[in-house]
């Protein structure tokens, strides 16, 4: 959903070729992000008669999906555009009334307050979907010299360019690893059922929020996300920022207005939570799965690229991520809502400890690529920056077995709970600030670019050694036994997906 996401597996280039380099001469700065959406751009027109998508004459993979209904149409169809759904005509723009469109945010005339907001729309591209745009796109399948990059989003067009570089699994504890991330890695068909949610909702939401852009990101797109994540929605209103306490729940309050009237017939459980970043949660009855839709949280999308070009630039890091979320889960620590560790925390302590061995197996990006994560890029540049970076080649040959134990041993034994802060960022431990944000916390996970606890949710002492105590105990049964079942029933981790 980003645009010309397939440059994201773009080899480095040459210095010479780089500086003659017309891209960012072609592409306006102030195109808005999702205008150039990653299906829109790339993904030729979807047929779910035919339940076929039909890619470039280089590859033509079939994908089945099943059929899916939005509004009042069975199945959807998409002629021209993901954002066109037959059947359910767009209001058109011209029949708003001007004095419509110049109503404030806080305006109850209506369910279908227009809000002018800030995010700049080019006049000759004011739809959701764009005319033809002259970006260069060079497909993942086009040279082998692209294997190895950071792969396009948009894998179910390409052949996944990461299945031949998976490790290497001699002994039966890697194998067993190895075996849970094949079977319950998200698949690309379950990224498409998300991505038409996520199509369709902007084009209703843009009925109020005009220039609003919604994002999908999370685990669904940072390459560490199972058949069973929930999707995560970033609607952005505005380039400035938006005050959480007041205005976002202002924004949401209309959006669940939105969903549990006007589009009830495929969304059901619309329900918005007042935290520190306040969501709308809901379920999608088409796709059955769960979303989180905040507002202006643009720091999701910027660590949505970060991890994932961690999650590619080494082949062991995503079974090692997923086989920890899966064990976490089952354990009944990866809950935040209920004062355990949220995915966000777990994915970001593994890349740590991966960074914090003798030999490291992962660098610290934002310090060896600091111009690829700028945290003031402009987000329609954001998806952009990893296509460059290339594969991390590590000295330390250790086997995914060897890794998973290694893991819970540093949290069990190694890392300084009372002093110590997560930092993937500086790709160490490093000494808790003396902040507020820091003070009587349990649990310290610097988020890499706005610096703030990730895991501020374990605040109860109770919580905090139970999470301890599932650490020293996995680390104990797999040193002796090495065997995943003995932490993780793998037949019914498969079963949940």
């Known amino acids: 959903m980003f645009p010309n996401s397939s440059n994201l597996g773009r080899p480095p280039f040459p210095p010479k070729y780089q500086q003659q380099s017309t891209f960012f001469t072609k592409l306006p700065l102030n195109i808005p992000p999702s205008l150039l959406s990653h299906q829109q751009i790339i993904v030729p027109p979807i047929h779910f008669r035919t339940a076929v998508i039909e890619a470039t004459p280089a590859v033509t993979p079939v994908v089945t999906l099943q059929p899916m209904t939005y509004g009042s149409v069975s199945p959807v169809s998409t002629s021209d555009a993901l954002t066109s759904f037959q059947g359910r005509k767009r209001q058109s723009q011209q029949s708003i009334p001007d004095d419509a469109k110049r109503q404030r945010i806080h305006s109850h005339d209506s369910d279908t307050t227009v809000v002018h907001q800030a995010v700049p729309l080019p006049e000759e591209r004011g739809r959701s979907f764009p005319a033809p745009v002259s970006i260069p796109v060079l497909h993942a399948h086009g040279s082998p010299a692209l294997i190895g990059c950071v792969p396009p989003?948009?894998?179910?067009?390409?052949?996944?360019?990461?299945?031949?570089?998976?490790?290497?699994?001699?002994?039966?504890?890697?194998?067993?690893?190895l075996e849970l991330f094949r079977v319950c890695r998200q698949q690309a068909s379950d990224l498409d059922r998300k991505e038409l949610c996520r199509t369709e909702l902007q084009r209703e939401i843009q009925l109020i929020f005009p220039q609003s852009r919604l994002f999908l990101v999370g685990s669904s797109l940072n390459g560490f996300g199972t058949?069973?994540?929930?999707?995560?929605?970033?609607?952005?209103?505005?380039?400035?920022?938006?005050?959480?306490?007041t205005e976002a729940r202002r924004i949401l309050s209309l959006v669940q207005k939105l969903l549990s009237t006007k589009l009830s017939s495929y969304i059901e459980r619309p329900q918005l939570i007042r935290a520190k970043v306040p969501i709308v949660k809901f379920r999608d009855k088409v796709s059955n799965v769960d979303f989180d839709l905040n507002v202006n949280n643009v720091i999701g999308i910027r660590n949505t690229f970060l991890l994932r070009?961690?999650?590619?630039?080494?082949?062991?890091?995503?079974?090692?991520?997923?086989?920890?979320?899966?064990?976490?889960?089952?354990?009944?620590?990866?809950?935040?809502?209920?004062?355990?560790?949220?995915?966000?925390?777990?994915?970001?302590?593994?890349?740590?400890?991966?960074?914090?061995?003798?030999?490291?197996?992962?660098?610290?990006?934002?310090?060896?690529?600091?111009?690829?994560?700028?945290?003031?890029?402009?987000?329609?540049?954001?998806?952009?920056?990893?296509?460059?970076?290339?594969?991390?080649?590590s000295k330390n040959g250790s086997s995914l077995g060897d890794l998973l134990i290694g893991f819970f041993k540093y949290y069990a034994t190694d890392f300084?709970?009372?002093?110590?802060?997560?930092?993937?960022?500086?790709?160490?431990?490093?000494?808790?600030?003396?902040?507020?944000?820091?003070?009587?916390?349990?649990?310290?996970?610097?988020?890499?670019?706005d610096g703030t606890n990730t895991a501020r949710a374990v605040h109860e002492k109770q919580k905090f050694d139970m999470i301890r105590v599932e650490f020293a105990q996995a680390w104990r049964l797999l040193q002796d036994k090495k065997d995943l079942n003995c932490i993780l029933p793998l037949k019914a981790a498969k079963q949940k997906r």
């Open 227 to 245: 058949r069973t994540s929930d999707g995560d929605l970033c609607l952005v209103v505005k380039e400035e920022p938006v005050n959480q306490k």
């Open 153 to 177: 989003l948009q894998d179910n067009l390409f052949p996944d360019p990461t299945e031949t570089r998976l490790p290497v699994a001699k002994d039966e504890l890697s194998q067993q690893i």
């Open 309 to 393: 070009t961690y999650a590619f630039i080494e082949n062991r890091v995503r079974p090692l991520v997923l086989v920890v979320k899966k064990w976490a889960r089952f354990r009944e620590i990866n809950d935040a809502s209920r004062g355990t560790l949220n995915s966000y925390s777990l994915v970001l302590m593994v890349l740590h400890y991966l960074q914090t061995l003798p030999e490291p197996i992962l660098p610290s990006l934002q310090k060896n690529y600091p111009e690829c994560f700028d945290p003031t890029m402009q987000l329609h540049l954001v998806h952009q920056a990893p296509r460059t970076i290339p594969p991390y080649i």
């Open 416 to 449: 300084d709970w009372s002093h110590q802060m997560i930092s993937v960022r500086e790709a160490k431990a490093v000494a808790r600030p003396d902040g507020i944000e820091w003070r009587n916390k349990f649990i310290c996970v610097e988020e890499p670019f």
